[in-house]
């Protein structure tokens, strides 16, 4: 079918800040088939295709309903599903579909306006198929009897038109007109008297033609009853009556009465009422008593399904002849209806960066009814981040008036109230949730402005001190929150590589032992970082206090302890008790209680004679000096610090006791000889244990390579002559390891259970019995006969000779 598009009032394309001055209008024919194109909006409105999909460009309706679709590559306007103007507008003179074109960034309304055009796609349809007339045979040329029309559900030139009878009688014409469209009525007019004794019945069609290309029709079987004379027939005393109605009148309420007289008695003066059949109406809400002719509700009217009812009434009476009024019921709009909100478009989650005006959503207000009824306020309750903006006729939008911050509102439950104007008023509410998405717009916080955090010193390495806490008020990465260790200048060197702290829950660790006496205290950045994008931080000082242990012993200042001999201090013997001899000076390089000392006399020639200040280290005479006293007197001072435990060291001093101090030459040479005999008595305790150690090392060697070679020679038959064996413990006693020698004879056997010695007269004069192994006092206590290996000491030479074959009889 072929498609026209009318574009009207394209001369100007001006665009207000929202909405387009003059609609865009176009017009297309029912029944059209979709995806059939409308027109070119995009050329119409003078925009580029290209903004349309940049524009996010859209169709939007009061109603919600979308007739048509856009096409956003070309800018076409399509027809979305089929149209068929007499479901959507009825028997209206013009069928208009409004709708707009929404276009975002910035957001603008087009209002475009489609004239859906009427075809001829319905015949016109009588109520009944077959009507029967009983006509009075003596009325006159010319009467008149009303017959109800046709009905045809098109409009304007495709409507009704005319009406004939087929085939022509001569008898009767068809009369359609009026002096208006509401008093258009077709009638049967008698054009010759009619006899019955000629004809009793006639039967005709009267055929309905409507405007259309090509003209379709209806028709209705018209059948004449000839009767006896009714010279009246009913007459109406209006011929349109017109009754209001409010909308929300119950069922049974009497709308208004229809009357008509006829001058006739008896039964052809009985007059009946009733309802012409009209088609389209075939569920109706009126009713009319046959009697009285009260038209009365049969359920209740709404105003916004239909604002008036047309209706025919048809008065007959007892003769048959009848006659037709109309009855226009107009409807009285009652405010019944609250107004309706249709959301174009909604915008959640909505970033809390957007900046004020962000339009948030697209909606539009209805109301279905008329009038005070139908005028729609729309208001925001108790907002004061956003508000409500009339955009377009009944489009509002919903912006934001100030900056949001999701950390302090992270969603918002906003409720728009839709009211009319009627009395009561009706209200709507739609509820807008808006969810606030997160920016990163937080640096994180420390739980402190600073930390100290306290570490004793020779620590293990790796040692748990403390941590660092931040908290970011963002979520999701924007909240994650990363440590680190930063320079305290970006000039600067990365920070002590003593210490580090964990990027993921910032445990700060102290990586190598410290050293309270090389570094008491130090400071540290750590920086708490974000992962949003850009990252934000935050700084922190952490300071690390070393906490001084008990790792140093005191250190003697005086006495000097490194002068060999050490100074003496001289005290006349004339001195009383209490007489300062010396001090001992000693430091402590720990602090606080691990360097407090005390001193404490540790060892002296005559203890009696001496004290020392615990506190100060002063050596003073307890009693005074008597000439029993020896004259050199040694002291050692011990001084120990105050710590857990406790370290030490000693002070060796000494002091000579002097009647007059020109004998201190002598003294000093006789303390320096004494002193050199000391020295050499240390070096000889050292010779000593080192020949102690040298001796027990080679006996350890000689034992291991004898037991190698009792290994080699396991198993074989070993036989070892007198001589040799004479030989070797010759050259044992030689050596002196063996003080008695002898001459053994050894017979060797393999598999042997026990090994036996046979002793001989010895071959070598007997040595002195101090000398004999065994601790006897002389020969005579040595055993004769066979021993076994049990008998001898573990230290003879010639024990272990025999010990290294333990399998082996000796004779």
């Keep these: 079918m072929a498609l026209a598009r009318q574009v009207l009032c394209l001369s100007a394309f001006l665009f207000l800040p929202h909405a387009r001055s003059q609609p865009l209008r176009y017009s297309v024919a029912e029944e059209g088939e979709s995806g059939s194109v409308v027109g070119n909006v995009a050329e119409d409105a003078g925009l580029a295709p290209a903004q349309l999909s940049a524009?996010?460009?859209?169709?939007?309706?009061?109603?919600?309903?979308?007739?048509?679709?856009?096409?956003?590559?070309?800018?076409?306007?399509?027809?979305?599903?089929?149209?068929?103007?007499?479901?959507?507008?009825?028997?209206?003179?013009?069928?208009?579909?409004?709708?707009?074109?929404?276009?975002?960034?910035?957001?603008?309304?087009?209002?475009?306006?489609?004239?859906?055009?009427?075809?001829?796609?319905?015949?016109?349809?009588?109520?009944?198929?077959?009507?029967?007339?009983?006509?009075?045979?003596?009325?006159?040329?010319?009467?008149?009897?009303?017959?109800?029309?046709?009905?045809?559900?098109?409009?304007?030139?495709?409507?009704?038109?005319?009406?004939?009878?087929?085939?022509?009688?001569?008898?009767?014409?068809?009369?359609?007109?009026?002096?208006?469209?509401?008093?258009?009525?077709?009638?049967?007019?008698?054009?010759?008297?009619?006899d019955r004794e000629e004809k009793v019945e006639m039967h005709f069609t009267v055929?309905?033609?409507?405007?259309?290309?090509?003209?379709?029709?209806?028709?209705?079987?018209?059948?004449?009853?000839?009767?006896?004379?009714?010279?009246n027939a009913p007459v109406f005393t209006k011929k349109v009556y017109v009754g209001k109605v409010l909308e929300n009148m119950p069922e049974g309420s009497v709308v208004l009465s229809v009357v008509a007289t006829d001058l006739d008695a008896g039964p052809n003066g009985d007059i009946s009422y009733q309802f012409s059949q009209v088609v389209g109406q075939s569920d109706f809400a009126f009713v009319i008593d046959p009697a009285s002719g009260e038209i009365k509700l049969t359920e209740p009217l709404d105003f916004e399904v239909a604002e008036k009812y047309e209706l025919t009434v048809q008065a007959t009476d007892g003769g048959g002849l009848s006659a037709i009024c109309k009855v226009l019921v107009e409807v009285v709009d009652v405010n019944d209806n609250a107004p309706e909100l249709v959301v174009s478009s909604f915008s959640s989650p909505l970033p809390e960066n957007a900046l004020p005006g962000t339009v948030v959503a697209v909606f539009a207000v209805?109301?279905?009814?008329?009038?005070?009824?139908?005028?729609?306020s729309c208001a925001l309750e108790d907002q004061l981040s956003f508000s409500l903006r009339p955009a377009y006729k009944n489009y509002y939008e919903l912006v934001t008036v100030s900056t949001l911050d999701r950390e302090e509102t992270a969603r918002y439950i906003l409720s728009v109230t839709a009211a009319d104007?009627?009395?009561?008023?009706?209200?709507?509410?739609?509820?807008?949730?808006?969810?606030?998405?997160?920016v990163n717009d937080n640096a994180p916080v420390f739980n402190q402005t600073s930390y100290t955090m306290y570490v004793h010193e020779n620590n293990v390495p790796t040692v748990l001190v403390g941590a660092v806490s931040a908290v970011d008020a963002d979520v999701g990465p924007n909240a994650k929150v990363i440590y680190s260790l930063v320079p305290a200048h970006p000039t600067e060197q990365r920070p002590c590589s003593c210490i580090s702290v964990n990027s993921e829950n910032g445990d700060v660790f102290v990586l190598r032992p410290l050293d309270y006496e090389q570094m008491k205290q130090f400071e540290v950045l750590v920086s708490a970082s974000d992962a949003g994008s850009p990252a934000l931080s935050a700084n922190v000082t952490v300071r690390l206090v070393v906490v001084d242990?008990?790792?140093?012993?005191?250190?003697?200042?005086?006495?000097?302890?490194?002068?060999?001999?050490?100074?003496?201090?001289?005290?006349?013997?004339?001195?009383?008790?209490?007489?300062?001899?010396t001090k001992v000076v000693a430091v402590d390089a720990d602090s606080g209680q691990n360097s407090w000392l005390s001193y404490h006399l540790l060892r002296a020639t005559d203890p009696g004679l001496f004290v020392v200040g615990a506190q100060s280290g002063e050596v003073r005479l307890r009693r005074p000096v008597t000439e029993r006293d020896p004259m050199k007197q040694k002291l050692v001072v011990l001084v120990r610090d105050n710590g857990q435990p406790p370290l030490s060291a000693t002070a060796s001093l000494s002091a000579l006791l002097l009647s007059d101090f020109s004998d201190v030459h002598i003294t000093h040479s006789s303390l320096a000889i004494e002193d050199e005999g000391d020295s050499l008595t240390m070096y000889l305790i050292i010779s000593l244990v080192f020949v102690s150690l040298l001796f027990l090392t080679s006996m350890a060697a000689f034992v291991v390579c004898k037991v190698c070679k009792r290994n080699e020679l396991k198993g074989g038959h070993v036989l070892y002559g007198a001589g040799t064996l004479q030989g070797g413990m010759a050259d044992a006693a030689a050596a002196g390891t063996l003080p008695h020698p002898y001459c053994y004879e050894i017979s060797l056997t393999t598999g042997s259970g026990n090994?036996?010695?046979?002793?001989?007269?010895?071959i070598l004069p007997s040595l002195p019995p101090q000398h004999f192994p065994m601790g006897?006092?002389?020969?005579?206590?040595?055993?004769?006969?066979?021993?076994t290996t049990e008998d001898v000491a573990p230290g003879n030479p010639a024990m272990l000779c025999a010990e290294q074959f333990n399998s082996l009889s000796f004779r």
């Excluded at 009767?172 to 007019?189: N, P, T, W």
């Excluded at 055929?207 to 004379?229: K, N, Y």
């Excluded at 002068?563 to 001289?570: I, N, Q």
């Excluded at 002389?778 to 066979?786: K, S």
Aim: glycine share 6%; hydrophobic share 35%; with cysteine.
């Design 755 to 762: 090994s036996e010695f046979k002793f001989l007269k010895p």
């Design 55 to 194: 524009r996010r460009a859209r169709l939007a309706s009061e109603d919600g309903r979308q007739h048509f679709r856009l096409e956003r590559g070309t800018g076409r306007l399509l027809v979305a599903d089929r149209l068929d103007r007499e479901e959507l507008c009825g028997q209206a003179a013009t069928c208009t579909l409004p709708f707009e074109l929404v276009l975002a960034n910035p957001l603008q309304f087009l209002r475009v306006e489609v004239t859906v055009e009427d075809i001829n796609d319905h015949a016109p349809v009588f109520p009944e198929e077959q009507v029967t007339f009983k006509i009075p045979e003596r009325s006159d040329p010319g009467s008149r009897f009303p017959l109800v029309g046709a009905w045809d559900l098109d409009v304007s030139s495709n409507s009704i038109q005319a009406y004939s009878i087929s085939p022509e009688n001569g008898y009767f014409s068809v009369s359609f007109g009026g002096q208006s469209e509401d008093e258009r009525f077709v009638e049967l007019v008698l054009e010759k008297p009619l």
């Design 421 to 438: 104007a009627g009395s009561p008023p009706l209200t709507t509410t739609q509820t807008f949730t808006v969810n606030i998405s997160d």
């Design 549 to 581: 242990e008990n790792d140093n012993s005191p250190l003697v200042l005086y006495p000097s302890q490194d002068s060999s001999p050490p100074s003496s201090e001289l005290v006349p013997m004339s001195a009383d008790a209490g007489y300062l001899v």
């Design 776 to 787: 006897t006092d002389n020969e005579q206590d040595f055993p004769r006969g066979p021993i």
């Design 207 to 231: 055929i309905a033609m409507d405007g259309g290309s090509p003209p379709r029709s209806g028709t209705t079987q018209i059948c004449i009853i000839v009767l006896d004379v009714n010279d």
């Design 366 to 376: 209805r109301d279905r009814d008329s009038g005070a009824n139908g005028k729609v």
